[in-house]
């Protein structure tokens, strides 16, 4: 990408970062709505009964400031709510649209400035002319000016400096909203906005009735405002089409491709997580200068002793509050999630760089971890949390992300381990940094579980996090035998047979303790749930934790259990072959191509290793070679248990990358 592109994509995002502050601003009050402890409430509160009798049929009458404070209110968050909806609509415009926009904001900006700068320049000038003439009768700024007095014209306390600023300020405004303002741009009208945005200057210069000099602001803002009003009444129509086109689009689009298809397409032409990150950083930024101001004006008073000696305290203070702050909003937590996900995303490819490996299995870890971060925060109610328990939680947070995180980073060097103790690799230097990686997938959770109970007593979110992090050193340490097992295979001279059931009973307790885990974490959010902090998105999360890790998973695993003691029913079945056999065949096996010690007979007489034999009717019961069946089904009360059993054996496709994918690399390679 050229310097240029990058320019103007930089340029792009920063043009969607200010809807985004004027959407957190109205969310910082809370959309209008009165929070617990705040003004708004104690007034809807401390209402008071009018002087009534107690047994008057009136007495349950409020009086009419409970009313007017209740309407005010609903009439607060509706406009928010507005404002929320504008600013949205203003963030999801094309670029050419969000340009003419903000040069109409603009506009509309510079006219209230050149308003009130001429106000208060008037009021101001006023006040010093009425001062000066009493010192000194029959003076005025024109008399100075056509005597050529510098002295009182330059003089900084009259009011002849004040007409020259406001004269440059006027001047200035005038020429931006020359080139900015969108209405009609005859030369006629060009040339006479700067004399109206000047006109109170000169007419403080001249002896005019004070009535006149102090309305002349609103005289001066009339020809702006009236092509401001122009553009805004004459693009109206061009408005309600590009609003209707748009939900045109999107209407088309949805009913061609789908709903997912066109968030997908809007999240990339929007540029989300760039801009999220952008809003996120310049927010944090806003607050750590007006955190350094204050430590600034603190440390002059105290001396520099006393501000060395505090630097430490007054960083982790200043990291503290910025966090806080950081994620007191929807907005900001969003801003983020996004800047977690970019920190993610780097980490796995540092892993990544590590391993030496070009797959993109971790271009997901940004994606999920970001999701994952998102959820918690929702889930823990972080925005509504006072600032110590906030930073509290968000500790915790990241605590809990942390150990996700190794899960992923599990997830990438799992593969490349199998991959290499089961090709045969001699890179013993990949092999040193798999292990390597793998060696801090279980030395990082030791050392943090150390810490944590070191330092915290039990709760339910250190048994989470304890749970995730032993989750994880078994899982590396199932991955480590399996190796171990690859690789003692690799250097056998001869066919191991055995070596389909260890790998099987490995993973089979592996998976066993998973699922152990996720059958505790389910009861571990249930006493959360219950006793400590409920809420909706927690009760869905467990919903969804309870199908997808405990229902899904203990039906996936007793349908491998069934399908295998099925594959080795029909294989104990089938004739063992004798020595004498073998030696006469003189061959390998069809599957493994492998040499044979040990072999069963099929009904079509070939000969075939048990174990290769037993993974082959894991996809179908014909015999490899010639597609004969396997084994003999009987026409006795039992059939419909064979039938029963082919029928289950044709959705058995995917069993081997289920169950056992990398024996089965290995295997093809020899």
Known sequence: MSLRSRALALVEVLLRVPPLFVVDEFLKISLGLPVSG??????????????????????????ANFYNALLF?????????????????????????????????????????????????????????????????????????????????????????????????????????????????????????????????????????????????????????????????SSLYNVIQVIYSGYQHGRLFVSNYGLSALVEMEWMRLNVPCVLRVFWVMRVAEHAILLLMDNYDDDAEEGLKVSTLLAVQSLASMAKSLLVTGCETITAVLGMTSVISFFCHYIGNFFQWILLTDEEEDKSIGTVSAILFYILALQTGLTSLNPEKRFVRLCRNFCLLFTALLHFLHNIVNPMLMSLSASHNPSTHRHVRALGVCAFLIIFPISLLVYLWSQHTISTWLLAVSAFSIEVIVKVIVSLMIYSLFLIDAYRSTFWEQLDDYVYYIRAFGNTIEFCFGIFLFFNGAWILLFESGGAIRAVMMCIHAYFNIWCEARAGWSVFMKRRTAVNKINSLREASVDQLSMLDDVCAICYQEMHS????????????????????????????????????????????????????????????????????????
């Open 38 to 63: 705040g003004e708004d409430m104690s007034i809807l509160i401390n209402v008071t009964m009018d002087h009534v009798d107690a047994f008057d049929t009136d007495a349950h009458y409020y009086d």
């Open 73 to 233: 209110t609903l009439l607060k968050f509706i406009v928010c709510c507005l404002g929320c909806m504008s600013a949205l609509c203003i963030f999801v415009l094309y670029t050419k649209h969000l340009i003419i926009v903000y040069l109409y904001l603009m506009s509309v900006g510079i006219v209230f400035v050149s308003y009130w700068t001429n106000v208060s320049a008037i009021k101001q000038i006023q006040a010093l002319t009425l001062a000066t003439s009493a010192a000194q009768p029959g003076t005025s700024i024109l008399e100075d000016i056509l005597n050529l007095n510098m002295k009182n014209l330059l003089d900084l306390d009259g009011p002849g400096v004040l007409v020259i600023q406001n004269f440059a300020i006027q001047f200035t405004l005038a020429v931006l909203f020359r080139n900015v303002h969108l209405g009609p741009r005859q030369a006629t009208i060009q040339k006479l906005l700067p004399i109206s945005f000047m006109a109170p200057s000169f007419l403080a210069m001249l002896p005019v009735p004070p009535n006149l000099l102090h309305h002349s602001p609103v005289f001066s803002a009339l020809l702006p405002l009236f092509l401001v009003k122009y553009v805004l009444w």
């Open 599 to 670: 072999a069963k007979i099929t009904r079509c007489n070939h000969y075939f290793h048990g174990v290769c034999l037993r993974k082959w009717l894991y996809v179908q019961d014909r015999c490899p070679l010639c597609h004969d069946i396997l084994y003999k089904i009987d026409s006795d009360p039992n059939k419909d248990n064979s039938d029963a059993g082919n029928e289950e054996n044709s959705n058995n496709q995917n069993l081997i990358l289920e169950e056992e994918p990398d024996l089965l690399l290995g295997e093809g390679v020899r």
